[in-house]
């Protein structure tokens, strides 16, 4: 147990584009994670468990700050966070903690707080305001290269060619693994620093630390036996129309997806377009994503074992998520964004030493990245802010439930491109108007457009594929004008709260304190 007056230590474990189906704990019927299984049998596993807004940068802003999309307003890759908002690393280190990052946060600095000529103005991979950097690990991946190459593999490629296969032909899709190995991916070097790192922590004194992991992100590929531990035949059938014609019909932000999607971002030297690869094609890239998951929960395994030789695994609370999930073949699409569960169902386990009787349970009530920050904050013994649009879940890791909780999950992507404008110019739209929110029930999900795009209804419990519109039928309108009502009045309710609960009276300034 952690001992009388000394905080507990936090390790905050984001893993890259993980679906939240994707772990045997949640009954995936072919995945293997035992480390992360062990994790679950330790702690609380949220099952219903959803990220804010996708791609990373939008999706970690949502986390890292426990606002929505509507209020941090990280639209996407490349938005600057605007710098009044607090955020999960000044939260920790306000109450004595000295947060330390291992990889990335994927943060674009506000830029009136920067010098014009900062370098850290030509990037999207800044870090959180409020980290010490022990270990960074951008896109390029050099650190990791470098100690590649100390061990004698020849890195000259750089990234991403490195991840391609070795003896690859015409970029075809393969289950050869990359020249580096099973102890030699980014992964293992990132576990292997925040192992080195923990041995020199000082016992008595509480830490902070972030594993950023990029895997299960593309490039899809692993090394062996991760690479063949899966047999593409298996798994379940994909969500999807008969063809990427008839999916591209569904609705015209579908069809502008679909059209983007090139097999470079996902397998480098692959040519043409995702939607062409055959359903042979698609099985085996998800075989060799259920590895890189299987490869990540090894590295986990690394991490449990060290804590407990380190002596630290019950005095630290452990939070392992994503930061947004993959489509992984579904409706002929890979990676994320856009509407679909299958790019915001996400991983959650927290587990807490100091509650042992909830040990192995799960919880089926929505949750939220929006949720994470005020959990740590509350589990540290400080209120959150009241204006955080996420609510502690701490109740549930003490075995209760509270009186009032959402009955449904919210998530937003936009899909501006201020830069080129492509978006824009395709739908005819200004920049303002290129997003989409959605709220989701068990029964229903209702998906609004801006700029005059056709809204979406499906029946989540009769349709999971989430392949049949109910937007237009005469039998659902009435339902369709209760969730439009809902997602009006959850806007409404979220909008900034950042003074607007606060009252300057005779008496001084009145507050608000926040209920669940």
């Given at each position: 147990?952690?001992?009388?007056?000394?905080?507990?230590?936090?390790?905050?474990?984001?893993?890259?584009?993980?679906?939240?189906?994707?772990?045997?704990?949640?009954?995936?019927?072919?995945?293997?994670?035992?480390?992360?299984?062990?994790?679950?049998?330790?702690?609380?596993?949220?099952?219903?468990?959803?990220?804010?807004?996708?791609?990373?940068?939008?999706?970690?802003?949502?986390?890292?700050?426990?606002?929505?999309?509507?209020?941090?307003?990280?639209?996407?890759?490349g938005t600057p966070l605007d710098a009044r908002h607090g955020n999960i690393a000044l939260a920790a280190r306000s109450v004595g903690y000295d947060p330390t990052l291992f990889g990335y946060t994927d943060v674009s600095l506000d830029p009136r707080q920067l010098a014009p000529a900062d370098p850290r103005l030509h990037s999207y991979e800044g870090v959180l305001p409020g980290f010490t950097v022990r270990q960074f690990l951008p896109e390029h991946q050099?650190?990791?290269?470098?100690?590649?190459?100390?061990?004698?593999?020849?890195?000259?490629?750089?990234?991403?060619?490195?991840?391609?296969?070795?003896?690859?032909?015409?970029?075809?899709?393969?289950?050869?693994?990359p020249v580096y190995s099973r102890d030699q991916t980014p992964t293992a070097f990132l576990a292997g620093e925040f192992i080195r790192w923990l041995g020199e922590q000082d016992e008595a004194t509480p830490w902070f630390a972030h594993l950023s992991f990029i895997s299960p992100h593309p490039p899809f590929i692993v090394p062996e036996p991760y690479n063949t531990q899966y047999d593409p035949a298996d798994g379940p059938s994909f969500h999807r129309a008969?063809?990427?014609?008839?999916?591209?019909?569904?609705?015209?932000?579908?069809?502008?997806?679909?059209?983007?999607?090139?097999?470079?971002?996902?397998?480098?030297?692959?040519?043409?377009?995702?939607?062409?690869?055959?359903?042979?094609?698609?099985?085996?890239?998800?075989?060799?994503?259920?590895?890189?998951?299987?490869?990540?929960?090894?590295?986990?395994?690394?991490?449990?074992?060290?804590?407990?030789?380190?002596?630290?695994?019950?005095?630290?609370?452990?939070?392992?998520?994503?930061?947004?999930?993959?489509?992984?073949?579904?409706?002929?699409?890979?990676?994320?964004?856009?509407?679909?569960?299958?790019?915001?169902?996400?991983?959650?386990?927290?587990?807490?030493?100091?509650?042992?009787?909830?040990?192995?349970?799960?919880?089926?009530?929505?949750?939220?990245?929006?949720?994470?920050?005020?959990?740590?904050?509350?589990?540290?013994?400080?209120?959150?802010?009241?204006?955080?649009?996420?609510?502690?879940?701490?109740?549930?890791?003490?075995?209760?439930?509270?009186?009032?909780?959402?009955?449904?999950?919210?998530?937003?992507?936009?899909?501006?491109?201020?830069?080129?404008?492509?978006?824009?110019?395709?739908?005819?739209?200004?920049?303002?108007?290129?997003?989409?929110?959605?709220?989701?029930?068990?029964?229903?999900?209702?998906?609004?457009?801006?700029?005059?795009?056709?809204?979406?209804?499906?029946?989540?419990?009769?349709?999971?594929?989430?392949?049949?519109?109910?937007?237009?039928?005469?039998?659902?309108?009435?339902?369709?004008?209760?969730?439009?009502?809902?997602?009006?009045?959850?806007?409404?309710?979220?909008?900034?709260?950042?003074?607007?609960?606060?009252?300057?009276?005779?008496?001084?300034?009145?507050?608000?304190?926040?209920?669940?």
């Amino acid at each position: 147990m952690t001992g009388k007056g000394r905080r507990p230590n936090v390790l905050l474990i984001t893993c890259d584009q993980w679906r939240g189906d994707c772990l045997s704990a949640a009954g995936h019927p072919q995945l293997k994670t035992p480390n992360v299984d062990a994790l679950a049998a330790d702690g609380v596993l949220f099952k219903r468990h959803y990220g804010g807004a996708a791609p990373c940068s939008p999706a970690r802003a949502c986390l890292y700050t426990g606002l929505y999309q509507m209020n941090n307003r990280v639209c996407r890759n490349g938005t600057p966070l605007d710098a009044r908002h607090g955020n999960i690393a000044l939260a920790a280190r306000s109450v004595g903690y000295d947060p330390t990052l291992f990889g990335y946060t994927d943060v674009s600095l506000d830029p009136r707080q920067l010098a014009p000529a900062d370098p850290r103005l030509h990037s999207y991979e800044g870090v959180l305001p409020g980290f010490t950097v022990r270990q960074f690990l951008p896109e390029h991946q050099k650190q990791w290269l470098s100690w590649l190459k100390q061990q004698g593999i020849d890195a000259g490629a750089g990234s991403p060619d490195i991840h391609r296969p070795v003896g690859e032909v015409d970029g075809a899709v393969t289950e050869a693994p990359p020249v580096y190995s099973r102890d030699q991916t980014p992964t293992a070097f990132l576990a292997g620093e925040f192992i080195r790192w923990l041995g020199e922590q000082d016992e008595a004194t509480p830490w902070f630390a972030h594993l950023s992991f990029i895997s299960p992100h593309p490039p899809f590929i692993v090394p062996e036996p991760y690479n063949t531990q899966y047999d593409p035949a298996d798994g379940p059938s994909f969500h999807r129309a008969e063809s990427w014609r008839a999916e591209s019909q569904g609705h015209p932000y579908v069809a502008y997806d679909l059209d983007r999607q090139k097999r470079a971002k996902f397998r480098p030297g692959a040519t043409g377009k995702v939607h062409d690869w055959s359903e042979d094609d698609f099985r085996r890239i998800r075989a060799i994503y259920y590895g890189m998951i299987s490869e990540v929960d090894a590295q986990l395994g690394r991490l449990w074992q060290a804590l407990k030789t380190e002596a630290a695994w019950d005095n630290t609370i452990i939070v392992l998520t994503s930061d947004h999930a993959e489509m992984m073949g579904d409706h002929f699409m890979l990676g994320k964004g856009g509407y679909f569960d299958g790019s915001y169902h996400i991983p959650l386990i927290i587990r807490d030493p100091r509650h042992r009787k909830v040990a192995g349970s799960a919880v089926d009530r929505f949750t939220e990245a929006v949720d994470i920050l005020p959990t740590l904050i509350d589990l540290l013994g400080v209120s959150p802010e009241p204006h955080l649009d996420g609510c502690s879940l701490k109740p549930f890791l003490s075995g209760g439930t509270p009186a009032i909780w959402r009955d449904a999950a919210h998530w937003e992507f936009d899909f501006r491109s201020i830069a080129d404008g492509e978006a824009e110019r395709h739908f005819g739209i200004t920049s303002r108007q290129c997003n989409l929110a959605v709220i989701r029930t068990k029964k229903f999900k209702y998906v609004h457009f801006g700029g005059g795009l056709p809204p979406l209804l499906f029946d989540m419990e009769d349709d999971p594929g989430e392949s049949k519109n109910l937007a237009g039928s005469p039998a659902h309108r009435s339902t369709r004008l209760e969730f439009a009502e809902r997602l009006l009045a959850w806007r409404a309710e979220q909008l900034d709260q950042s003074l607007a609960l606060l009252e300057l009276t005779e008496n001084g300034v009145a507050g608000y304190s926040k209920s669940q």
